[in-house]
C-alpha cells in the first residue's frame, strides 16, 4: 500500500478573482498539476503512457470548497488513488492551509485512451502493475456525480481561441469551469460560502470549433451543458453554494 | 543606487499553450508579479498607496521574447526601476534561464492615480523619496511604442466576463494580451520566432461592457485595437514576429 503525497502551493495574483481569493479554476488548476507529477513521479504519467500510445484523460471531477483562499496563501495538495477499475480510476486530493485546516477536496476519475483511437482502453493492468501505488483511504467527499439531463434557459456562445487549447488543440478543463462560472451572477462570487462543483467529460472540443454554454437555474444549484459545434452535449456540470 | 532584484519562477502547465511552451500572457503575469512584490518590498507597492488613496496603473508594456521556455523550465526575472518621470516611472525585466542565458526582457511605463478621481498624479516624489531604489543601469529594449492609429480590417466582439476581471472589477492585462493573441492565426504559434509585443492602455474596461477587438495586418507587425462600449480606443497593442 502507498502513501498520500503532498505538494506545496500558493496562491499567485494571476490566481485570484476580484474578491481577492483563489478562483475555483486556480484551485482547480493545482489539483490538475498535482495529478500529473505524481502520476509521472509513480511511473504511469503521461509520458510513460504515450511511450505505448496511451494516455490519462479527465473523466470526471468534483471540487467542494469551504472557503477560497487569499492571494499569498501557502497550501498543501495531498494526493491518494484509491480505486482502479476497469474503465476508471479515482485520484483523490485535499487541500490544506499552514495551519492544518483542510479548507478543500476533490475526487476526479480519469479514464486511459488510445492515442490513435481515442477510444477508453482496460486499464486494470495499472492497478496490477502498480498496486504499491493504491492507498487505502476513503474519498474525502461524494464520488463526481453524473448530470444526465441539462434544460437550459439560458445561451452563450463561444467560439475555442487559441488561449482555451492545451497541448492537443483541445479545450483545456480550466476553460470549461470558467465558461460555466462566467454564467452565474458576479456578485455569486462576492459572497463567501462553500461550493460544490462536479464536472463531466463527454467529448473534446477543438480549435475552431463554435460551443453553446447552456445554463440552467435549480433549487439547489446552477447546471450548464456546453454543446460542441455538432451539436452534441459535450461537458456537463453542476455548481451548488452551501452556505 | 539600488540593485537589481532576482525572483525565481518556473513554466507550471498551466503557462503553456499547445507547443508546450509559455505563452506571452504567462510570461507577462509572471512580469507583474516580479513587479508587484519589488515594489512592495521597497515600501511603495500598492498596498502602501492605497493608504493615501493612491495607486499604480500600468500605462504602457514591451515585452520581447527570443524562445519561450518550455514546461518545467526553471527561470529568473531580474528588475529594476531606471527612471521617474512626473507621469510615469520606468521599471525593466529581464528573464534568464538556468545557464544564464537571457531569452526576454520588458520595459514597463507605470502612471500613479488617485483612486477617487481615477486621474494621473505627479509622482516626482516617489522618485526622491525612494531614489535609494533606481538603478543606474539602461532599459533592456527599446521603451514601449506608442500606437497612434489601428485601421482594423476584422474584429470580434467579447463581453467582458468574471473570469476576465481583476480586484478592481476592471479587465486584467492579461486577458487583453489574450484578446489580442486570439486574433492571429493558430499558427503563428507553432512557428518558434523571436516577438515583440507593444501594448499601451488608454481606458478600464468594466465588467459587463461589450467590447469589440480589430486586429489591422501590415507587414511587419499586426495592430490591435479594443474599443469600449462607449466606442473609445481601450487598448492599443502591436505584435511583431522576428525570424
Not at 498543501?76 to 490544506?96: D, M, P, Q
Not at 464520488?143 to 492545451?166: A, G, L, M, N, T
Amino acid at each position: 500500500m502507498g502513501q498520500k503525497s503532498t505538494y506545496s502551493y500558493r496562491v499567485e495574483p494571476q490566481d485570484v478573482d476580484f474578491t481577492l481569493r483563489a478562483t475555483l479554476p486556480a484551485l482547480g488548476s493545482s489539483i490538475l498539476n498535482v495529478a500529473g507529477a505524481d502520476a509521472h513521479g509513480k511511473g504511469f504519467g503521461v509520458d510513460a503512457l504515450n511511450a505505448d500510445n496511451h494516455s490519462w484523460v479527465l473523466s470526471r471531477m468534483a471540487i467542494e470548497v469551504d472557503e477560497r483562499p487569499t492571494q499569498y496563501t501557502d497550501y498543501t495538495v495531498a494526493t491518494w488513488i484509491n480505486e482502479y477499475g476497469r474503465v476508471l480510476s479515482t485520484r483523490n486530493f485535499t487541500l490544506t492551509d499552514s495551519s492544518g485546516r483542510e479548507f478543500a477536496r476533490a475526487v476526479t476519475q480519469w479514464a486511459m485512451i488510445d492515442l490513435t483511437t481515442r477510444a477508453a482502453v482496460d486499464l486494470s493492468w495499472v492497478g496490477r502493475a502498480h498496486s504499491e501505488a493504491i492507498v487505502d483511504a476513503p474519498s474525502p467527499a461524494e464520488k463526481p456525480r453524473k448530470i444526465r439531463s441539462v434544460e437550459p434557459e439560458r445561451f452563450v456562445e463561444h467560439r475555442v481561441v487559441y488561449s482555451d487549447i492545451d497541448f492537443n488543440r483541445h479545450v483545456n478543463t480550466m476553460r470549461y469551469i470558467e465558461m460555466c462560472l462566467d454564467m452565474l451572477p458576479v456578485d455569486s462570487f462576492a459572497r463567501e460560502e462553500g461550493v460544490r462543483l462536479d464536472i463531466h467529460f463527454l467529448h473534446e472540443c477543438r480549435y475552431g470549433e463554435l460551443l453553446r454554454v447552456g445554463c440552467q437555474t435549480l433549487d439547489d444549484a446552477t447546471l450548464f451543458e456546453i454543446r460542441n459545434e455538432a451539436g452534441e452535449a459535450a461537458v456537463r456540470a453542476s455548481i451548488a453554494w452551501r452556505a
